[in-house]
């Protein structure tokens, strides 16, 4: 049973257009949510986060939406360059432990 | 500066075998995570260590596994009699201290060790 979920395995955005990365969640207790970058052959790296009580965290190009209602957050990548080509993995944490999804593989067309 | 490290990068090993996986966290980190990615799988939460102990041991797959963590610092993780399902990307990660409800600390990920089991 999949706590997190990003149910697009990969989507394709034009290079200067935006990217929407989208994920779903169950647990109401999760108190972070968090968005990592991998290439491959690399481990995830930490993009940004949004504490359970924002609905808006905004670093550079990228932005987490958090709509706990919906149990859903987003995030915005714009404009897209090719060097965000890769996974993105939503993640949620609760107490001390992350739970990650499957990931999103993002190509950034030329 | 130095991230996480772990080694091996790459592990064979025949099925039935013991073997460990290292991981060395970012000096002065004091939390340290272990997880795997299998195919096709996100990333699959397995221990989390405080300094040396292990409040939250839930992810282990099975009493095969297990994992220890000396002097606060390096940490092993041991699969005992392995199985080809335990072939994945067993990923170690650390952070300065373990999240509170008033901030999330970042965890830094190593590369990872890929792990084939025959």
């Known amino acids: 049973d999949q706590q997190v979920k990003q149910n697009s395995p990969s989507l394709s955005v034009q290079e200067g257009r935006i990217s929407i990365l989208n994920c779903d969640y169950t647990n109401s207790m999760f108190d972070y949510f968090l968005w990592y970058k991998k290439y491959p052959a690399e481990g995830p790296t930490f993009l940004i986060s949004?504490?359970?009580?924002?609905d808006k965290n905004e670093d550079g190009r990228f932005t987490v939406f958090l709509n706990k209602s919906a149990k859903h957050l987003s995030l915005h990548i714009v404009p897209s360059q090719p060097g965000d080509s890769a996974v993105y993995f939503c993640?949620?944490?609760?107490?001390?432990?992350?739970?990650f999804g499957k990931g999103t593989r993002l190509h950034i067309l030329p | 500066g130095a991230g996480v490290s772990q080694s091996p990068s790459n592990k064979v090993t025949e099925k039935g075998k013991d073997v460990e996986l290292r991981c060395d966290p970012i000096s002065g980190h004091t939390a340290l995570y272990w997880y795997r990615q299998s195919l096709g799988q996100g990333l699959e939460f397995l221990i989390y260590f405080q300094g040396n102990s292990a409040p939250d041991k839930s992810g282990l797959p099975s009493d095969r596994f297990s994992a220890e963590r000396t002097g606060g610092s390096v940490s092993t993780l041991t699969i005992q009699r392995t199985q080809q399902e335990d072939s994945a990307v067993y990923l170690c990660a650390s952070s300065l201290e373990s999240t509170s409800a008033s901030s999330y600390n970042e965890q830094f990920f190593g590369p990872g060790t890929r792990l084939t089991v025959l």
């Open positions: 993640a949620a944490s609760e107490d001390d432990k992350i739970i």
């Open positions: 949004i504490s359970s009580i924002k």
